[in-house]
């Protein structure tokens, strides 16, 4: 199994008014996901940082409130500049949805993309090497 990246109990206040989880806290809990990742690289904090450019979600099933939802990594897929992060969401283990996101590493004084630098890269590699896909 692969490493558990966020964990987050839903709270009635992220429904809509169908009365399902609104499209802005799948959002947040990917982020959240990503956002570990984006430490761990080390690009976050520094003067390197990593900011999504694409977003993709497929969703399988409904989360309610007080489901503890937790997403995890399943694809890495390294880039020059950028890499893809796959993560699947799960309550209990069954399948809620899944999320694509493309990431940039960014020097964060010259707000400009670059290629990924050797110790963040290698950080990801062993990442990826770790996880399915």
């Keep these: 199994m692969t490493p558990m990246l966020f ?3 839903v709270s009635p206040d992220w429904l809509d ?3 399902h989880m609104n499209l802005m806290w799948w959002t947040y809990l990917y982020d959240r996901a990503a ?3 984006l430490v761990d690289a080390g690009l976050a904090g520094t003067e390197l940082g990593g900011f999504a450019v694409t977003s ?3 969703y399988r099933a409904e989360a309610k ?3 503890v ?3 995890r990594g399943s694809g890495l ?3 020059r500049s950028s890499f893809t992060l796959e993560m699947s969401a799960s309550r209990d283990e069954a399948p809620l949805g899944t999320a694509s996101m493309r990431l940039v590493c960014v020097d964060m004084r010259a707000r400009g993309s670059l290629p990924l630098p050797a110790f963040q890269r290698a ?3 062993v990442m990826a090497a770790a996880w399915p896909g």
Excluded: M, S, W, Y
């Design 17 to 19: 008014e169908n009365g």
């Design 65 to 67: 409130p007080g489901d």
């Design 123 to 125: 950080a990801l590699e």
């Design 56 to 58: 993709t979600f497929e």
């Design 69 to 71: 939802v937790e997403v």
């Design 35 to 37: 956002q570990k990742v």
């Design 7 to 9: 964990r987050a109990v």
């Design 77 to 79: 897929k390294l880039g």
